[in-house]
Every structure is written in C-alpha cells, then in structure tokens.
C-alpha cells in the first residue's frame, strides 16, 4: 500500500506565491513520476506539471514560467513552487505518484489540497 499526503494549500491574493510539498509512503520498489493536477469547480481534472524520476519536467502551458515543480527522490517527496498566482489557479490540487510494486506499476493520488487565490 502506498500512501500520498498533501500539504501547502490555502489563501492567497492574486500574485502571491505558495508552495505545495507530497510526500509518498509505504511498501513500493521504486517511484517514477510523481506530479500535480488540479480541478476547478465544474471543470475536468487537469495537468498541472510532472517531474520524472531523472528530473525531466514538463508544465501545462497555462503555469509555465509561473510554477516550478521539484523533487527530493530520497524523501519521496515532491515540490510545486507557485509564483505569480491567478483566481484562474484557484481549485483543488491533487498529487499523483506513480509507484513500482512489485513488477506491476500503479497511480496513486492524495486527497487535494485547496489553492484558492482572490483578486
């Protein structure tokens, strides 16, 4: 069973900064990407940014330049930095592990963490 906890969201007003932290836990082999989606009310669930495992990173085009993702592979742990924030960041924030167990490999999600950013 692998566990994924979230922490760092909250209020901010419209170009202020905060930072998300994730931590992965429990029985897996090894983790490969780990990322952040969020969901907007009445909206589908969107990519946020993805950091493999080596450090490639990839960004939605709509955070690019804005947020900076990150990773500590020896805390299971993954960053996203966000600078410059919109009301259109405001949602909830979900982290996404993808984990070995055994031979197979699986998606675990936390259970979000809100951003809600005012004008």
């Known amino acids: 069973q692998v566990q994924v906890v979230e922490s760092g969201g909250g209020w901010v007003q419209a170009g202020g900064s905060l930072r998300l932290s994730c931590a992965a836990s429990g029985s897996f082999f090894s983790i490969n990407a780990m990322g952040w989606f969020r969901q907007a009310p009445g909206k589908q669930r969107e990519r946020v940014a993805i950091?493999?495992?080596?450090?490639?990173?990839n960004y939605a085009d709509s955070v690019r330049g804005r947020f900076t993702i990150s990773r500590d592979n020896a805390k299971n742990t993954v960053y996203l930095q966000m600078n410059s924030l919109k009301p259109e960041d405001t949602a909830v924030y979900y982290c996404?592990?993808?984990?070995?167990?055994?031979?197979?490999?699986?998606?675990?999600w936390g259970q979000g963490t809100q951003v809600t950013v005012s004008s």
């Open positions: 996404n592990t993808v984990a070995r167990v055994g031979t197979t490999t699986y998606n675990y």
């Open positions: 950091i493999e495992s080596g450090g490639n990173t």
